[in-house]
Each structure stands twice: as structure tokens, then as C-alpha cells.
């Protein structure tokens, strides 16, 4: 059975803020740890935001008890009431997520039988120590480094069967292809935005995250990857464009990886349009139907190497660059 951080901070910091406020002498100090449990959460933006609006909730909870019980009396109808009124209240001061939070509070006050100056002072200590423990407990985030890394392995790694799987298709030298890898790399891009997120809102003070954006490059990459699937399987066999487009994403195939080759790809896409526009025109339909689709791929597969050459400056020099330069 695997612990994560999130069970073992709230196994730890309960017990922490229960010993914490009966070390101070209050006596709803159960109150505490069930604070503490509640601000537990996966990242420091959300545990701050969090331990924001449960404070904020809380104290909107003190008022609102101490003048219904002491106006109604307390009876379980001024719990009704109280709940009535004070649950739209906190929608209001955008603060929802500290209903649960403030409901503590709330029968602290309805248990005591009558509010004194000491009791509301009492629940504000509860407050402090709860949310307080949560909140130094959530500082430390573990590094999701090694995770996003080991997506970012198996991400590419489909990537490169892909394109090697089409450059087989278009050549007829493997029609078993399942697709099995466009199925596991949708999976991996889900798993990755989700740790991305966590990941970049455990870094309050950080503009850019270079996961977030390699993550959603490949995303974009991995759209047009699955628009140039139906344009590959209709490619005839033994037009010479066709063939050099199957070397192509062979070689694109075994350049896959978080460097930026794409302009050296560019160039040669270039001059694989510039021969494509050089042949005659089409003269018969089934001719048309495959130039177009040879086009369209072409379009595409353009756009997937500008994805990735805007996502990061380029690892080689241009070819004009060379020429000038020799």
C-alpha cells in the first residue's frame, strides 16, 4: 500500500494542531485538528488560497452565530436558520470551499450554550492553530520533476513509433498497425496536465513553466499527428512523392526528442514542396483526389515542425546561416 505526501502531512500535522491547541488550554481542541485536515491540499497556491477562504468563511460563521443564537436562542431551528442565511452569504464572499471549515466553528458556539467575549476569542485561536499547521505543512512540496521527465520519455518515444508506423503505412510494408500508441500518448498528455498544473502552482513566484509549455506543444503536435493519419492511409503505394514522404517521417521519426532540429526538417520540407509543385498536373480524378491529399499532408506536417520550432530556439544553424557564413 503506497502513502502519498498529502495522507502523511494530514497523519502528521492532526495530531500536531490537537496537542497544539489543548497545549494551550481550549476547550474544543478536536476543533483544531479537523481544521487542519481540512486545508490539507495538493499544492502551496491552493493551501494558501484555501486557509484564505476558510478564514474568511469562519469569521462570516462567528458573527452569524453569535447574533442568531443570541437573538433566537439555541434551538436547532436557529441552525437552520443560521445556515440559511450564512451559506449565500459565503457565495458571496467567494469563499464556499470554508463551509465545511466554518460549520465547526458554528457548533462550537451552538454547543457552548452562550457566547462570551472568551469563547469567540477561543475560536479564533481554533482557527489560527488549524489552518496554520496545514499551511506550514504545505510549504514543502514534493518535485515533480522525475514524473513529468518520465512522461516526457514515454511521450516521445510514441511520438517516434507514430511517425515511423506512418512512414511504413505509406511504403505497405505494415498495415497490422493497431494505434496503439495514439491511445496511450492521449493518456500521457492527460496525466502530464494535470501534474503541470500541480506542479506550477506549487511555484507561486514563477512566470514560466518550461513543462507547461513543452506539454501543450506536443499536445498541438499530437492534433495534427492524428489529422495526418487518414491523409496517410489514402497515399498510393507508388507515387515517388508519396515514397519520399514515408523517408521523411522516418528520418523526422528518429529526431524526436526535447532538443529543436525542426529547421533542418524545414529546409527539407521545402524542397520536398518545391518538387511536389514541379509535377504535372493531375489528369485524371483518383490523381486529383491524391494530390490534394498529398498537399494537405504536407501542410500539416509543415505545421507540426513550426509548432516545435517556435516552442524552443533552434539546436542547428539555418542553411542560408551556413552558406553565408562558408
Keep these: 500500500m503506497k502513502i502519498g505526501y498529502r495522507t502523511l502531512k494530514t497523519a502528521i500535522g492532526t495530531p500536531i494542531a490537537i496537542s497544539l491547541a489543548q497545549w494551550v488550554g ?114 514543502y512540496m514534493p518535485s515533480l520533476d522525475n514524473k513529468l521527465k518520465k512522461l516526457q520519455a514515454q511521450l516521445e518515444k510514441n511520438f517516434s513509433r507514430i511517425l515511423y508506423e506512418y512512414s511504413l503505412y505509406i511504403r505497405d510494408e505494415n498495415d497490422a498497425w493497431q494505434g496503439k500508441e495514439i491511445a496511450a500518448t492521449e493518456d500521457i498528455l492527460a496525466e502530464a496536465k494535470q501534474l503541470v498544473i500541480r506542479d506550477r502552482d506549487n511555484h507561486l513566484l514563477r512566470n514560466e513553466h518550461t513543462y507547461y509549455n513543452y506539454f501543450r506543444m506536443r499536445e498541438r503536435q499530437f492534433e495534427l499527428l492524428k489529422k495526418m493519419l487518414p491523409l496517410v492511409t489514402h497515399l498510393p503505394k507508388t507515387d515517388h512523392i508519396a515514397l519520399e514522404i514515408a523517408d521523411f517521417f522516418e528520418r523526422l521519426s528518429k529526431a524526436v526528442h526535447p532538443g529543436n532540429t525542426a529547421i533542418t526538417f524545414l529546409e527539407q520540407l521545402k524542397e520536398l514542396k518545391r518538387e511536389f509543385h514541379a509535377e504535372e498536373l493531375p489528369e485524371t480524378r483518383e490523381a486529383f483526389e491524391t494530390r490534394a491529399h498529398l498537399f494537405q499532408l504536407l501542410h500539416e506536417i509543415e505545421e507540426y515542425l513550426i509548432i516545435k520550432n517556435k516552442f524552443k530556439k533552434s539546436d542547428v544553424t539555418p542553411w542560408k546561416k551556413r552558406k553565408k557564413e562558408a
Design 26 to 139: 481550549l476547550s474544543n481542541f478536536i476543533s483544531a485538528g479537523i481544521l487542519t485536515i481540512l486545508c490539507i491540499q495538493p499544492s502551496r497556491k491552493s493551501s494558501f488560497l484555501s486557509a484564505w477562504q476558510r478564514f474568511i468563511a469562519c469569521t462570516a460563521a462567528v458573527v452569524f452565530s453569535c447574533v442568531i443564537f443570541e437573538l433566537i436562542g439555541y434551538h436547532t431551528i436557529s441552525i437552520f436558520l443560521l445556515l440559511l442565511l450564512f451559506i449565500p452569504a459565503t457565495v458571496r464572499l467567494k469563499a464556499t470551499p470554508g463551509i465545511a471549515s466554518s460549520s465547526v466553528v458554528m457548533l462550537n458556539l451552538y454547543g457552548s450554550g452562550g457566547v462570551t467575549l472568551s469563547l469567540v476569542g477561543e475560536q479564533f485561536v481554533l482557527i489560527t492553530i488549524g489552518l496554520g499547521v496545514g499551511l506550514l505543512l504545505n510549504i
